[in-house]
């Protein structure tokens, strides 16, 4: 079946990095377009980025741009969210989400999203 | 970029229905028809119940139905049951390459 899996979260510094992952199976990865999408504790959801199926196209939020870079490797079905300079406002819980078929990227809704892979900012 | 406008709560008894509303400006809900809602239920992943305004995901019942006037976009939950009770977030593309997400309503089913 159509399934996202995100991995990589963890308990970091302020100022450190961490990469995190995100395993797609069940659908022809390479054709759709991610994006990445985060929940602070008890708040809404927040979009952070996204990437079109080739990767020729990137865009990022503004509260992350210049810190994090949305890749992606279509040979491994796999999204990456490299984040940098960490801060403690970066603490959130990290959905993957799949691009409904059919649309820019960016411009579409997200029909299948992963459960999510914790990130604490905490010195 | 401010995120989109939605009332916190929202309620209604069984087999009621309700509308959330989900407020915007010219600039993202109404300039472009890319508005898409979310339910999520407590420690589980949203799950898209309405994209581009008004259509459905195959699997959705149509006792969910979506639509837009203006700036201002509704998500209607016809026939309430009690697996409604979740939260529920809008969506739109707000130009220049961005997305924004509402702040999310609780919808009680009394």
């Known amino acids: 079946q159509v399934q996202l899996v995100e991995s990589g979260g963890g308990v970091v510094q302020p100022g450190r990095s961490l990469r995190l992952s995100c395993a797609a199976s069940g659908f022809t990865f390479s054709s759709y377009g991610m994006h990445w999408v985060r929940q602070a504790p008890g708040k809404g959801l927040e979009w952070v980025a996204v990437?079109?199926?080739?990767?020729?196209?990137?865009y990022h939020a503004d509260s992350v741009k210049g810190r994090f870079t949305i890749s992606r490797d279509n040979s491994k079905n796999t999204l990456y969210l490299q984040m940098n300079s960490l801060r403690a406002e970066d603490t959130a819980v990290y959905h993957c989400a799949k691009v409904v078929p059919g649309i820019v990227a960016v411009r579409g809704a997200m029909d299948v999203w992963g459960q999510g892979t914790t990130v604490t900012v905490s010195s | 970029q401010s995120a989109l406008t939605q009332p916190p709560s929202a309620s209604g008894s069984p087999g009621q229905s309700v509308t959330i509303s989900c407020t915007g400006t010219s600039s993202d809900v109404g300039g472009y028809n890319y508005v898409s809602w979310y339910q999520q239920h407590p420690g589980k992943a949203p799950k898209l119940m309405i994209y581009?305004?008004?259509k459905r995901p195959s699997g959705v019942p149509d006792r969910f139905s979506g639509s837009k006037s203006a700036n201002t976009a509704s998500l209607t939950v016809s026939g309430l049951q009690a697996e409604d009770e979740a939260d529920y977030y809008c969506?739109?593309?707000?130009?220049?390459?961005?997305?924004?997400f509402g702040g999310g309503t609780k919808l009680t089913v009394l």
């Open positions: 990437m079109s199926y080739d990767g020729s196209n990137t």
């Open positions: 581009e305004v008004g």
């Open positions: 969506s739109s593309y707000a130009g220049s390459n961005k997305v924004l």
